[in-house]
């Protein structure tokens, strides 16, 4: 019954391409933006918090699809009198949700190591932001694997939300094809089964990461 | 007095609710070994802190070698990389081997070259006698072996003075001895230290001079032998006994 899933191959690919696309560069920009914001938080002073908590709870108490919406038609185009292209716009809106689940992540990884941590560098004479480059952060960028590790996951599947605003990506092909072929069920069993050997395989491969490069009797 | 290594004048430490250091003055010589004790929450690790810079004293001054570090133009992080200090809970380097918690300050701070820095530390780690043990991380390491290794990260920098917040407090008693051991050697080769415990047989051992404290003020000082044998305050002289009693040493 899946008999004509290898004449549409092309088509899955080539979202499958998007959909990477959507998520990879997301979640390694946005993992620069979130870490600048969560060492900003908890670095900087109580002005640098507050604009970095109205940034994440914008980017958290909304949901994806609609923020893509926003950023492609809304803002650019009737605020700002200005077109953009989509997959920018897609690729916008993405890092800046990202950042903002992976500061969450990040920080919380900082706060664990933080404090004792950065005494015992200060007592050797290091400086804050040595103290942080030699100390804090190769131990935080360790524990957070397991948490970036979902984030990953997540921002995988959610790159669908670009079909709102008309990316050809792996959910968006996956609907013209069930609509050219009339056969739902395994256009979209197909569909998830793609998703789910990228994600499982990333998953395996972020958990041996992980294995290799954490800490003996040290982890968060 | 040219030989004064590190010094406290009249230092006050207070914060919202608490008066943590009260007019403390204090000063160690070169080459002396002295020794804080006093009730838990008289003050000595805030008064060891503040030598060393790391919490800033809200009255009075801190010197070392003469130059103060109180100062608003004190380069802090340069005083700090010449007081070593040895923490009541270790805080080694989670993420670096015993080795790499010991270079990680002549490299960074020191700038010296991996050669150089490798060299220096595996110097310091012997004295410590934990060369054997360089490829460990702390979490393979005893508590006794890690705080050894704390030692000679502080060590290794070549310190005018070495700070022991209780070096040995947090570790079960067959591993404090260990500790003791090297903190002996290290006062027989002359080095500069103020050391915070409640380890009375050490003391009487190694000190030149030992100072009471309760309640952020420093009570009465004096050679081991005095306190031992006459301490001239009630309280001294109560806090003594209650360690005995307690076994908290073996006096």
Redesign the interface.
Known sequence: MYEFIPKYLPFFLKGLQHSFILALVPLALGFLVGLLAALADVYRGRTASTLISIYVEFFRGSPLIVQAILFYWFIPQDLLGMRIDRLMAALLVFTLNSGAYQKGYIKGAIEAVHEDQMTAARALGMSKLKAIRHVVLPQALRIVIPGWTNEYASMSKSTSAALAIGIPELANISMSVASWTFRSFETYTFTALLYFIWIFFSVKVLEMVYERVKIPGFEA | MPDVVAEAENVWMEYKDIIALRDVSLQVGEGKIKVLFGPSGSGKSTLLRCL?M?TKPTRGKVFLRGEELTSPEADI???????G?V?Q?I?????LRALGNVT??LR??LGLPKQEAREKAMKALREVRMERWVDH????LSGGQQQRVGIA?ALA?EPEIILFDEPTSSLDPELKGEVLDAMKDLAKKGRTMLIATHEMHFAREAADEMIFQDEGRIIERGTPKHFFTNPSTDRARRFLARLVREGQSNV
Not at chain 2, 77 to 83: C, G, L
Not at chain 2, 137 to 140: C, G, I, L, N, S
């Open positions: 060393a790391l992080d340069k005083a700090r990389a010449k007081i200090f923490f809970n805080l080694l380097f989670h993420h990680l300050g960074r701070v991380y702390p979490a393979e990260r920098m």
